[in-house]
């Protein structure tokens, strides 16, 4: 079983930026294929970035060039750093590990934009 643990959430100002953190729970971390996802009221869920244990990234296109994953897999952590955030990001952020037939989701994190 791994278990993720979100962090970063908060309220900013549009413009501004935020950095996601999710913490896994087994050292095995670096084999695992991590994702960002988000679900916005009303919206169904999206996957926001998606970065594969070989290193391959992949980003929605609505922000591309604005945010960033990345793992640190001696910390057993993945990141999204979130700039030239909008409103329409506001959204509960999800982190996600999958391998195989094997799926885990942490319990979410939000992120609200906002003047």
């Known amino acids: 079983q791994v278990q993720l643990v979100e962090s970063g959430g908060g309220l900013v100002q549009p413009g501004g930026s935020l950095r996601l953190s999710c913490a896994a729970s087994?050292?095995?971390?670096?084999?695992?294929?991590m994702g960002w996802y988000r679900q916005a009221p009303g919206k169904q869920c999206e996957l926001v970035a998606a970065?594969?244990?070989?290193?391959?990234?992949n980003y929605a296109d609505s922000v591309k060039g604005r945010f960033t994953i990345s793992r640190d897999n001696a910390k057993a952590t993945v990141y999204l750093q979130m700039n030239s955030l909008k409103p329409e990001d506001t959204a509960v952020y999800y982190c996600?590990?999958?391998?195989?037939?094997?799926?885990?989701w942490g319990q979410g994190t939000q992120v609200t934009v906002s003047s």
């Open positions: 970065l594969t244990s070989g290193g391959s990234t």
């Open positions: 996600n590990a999958e391998r195989g037939k094997y799926v885990y």
């Open positions: 087994r050292s095995i971390f670096s084999i695992y294929d």
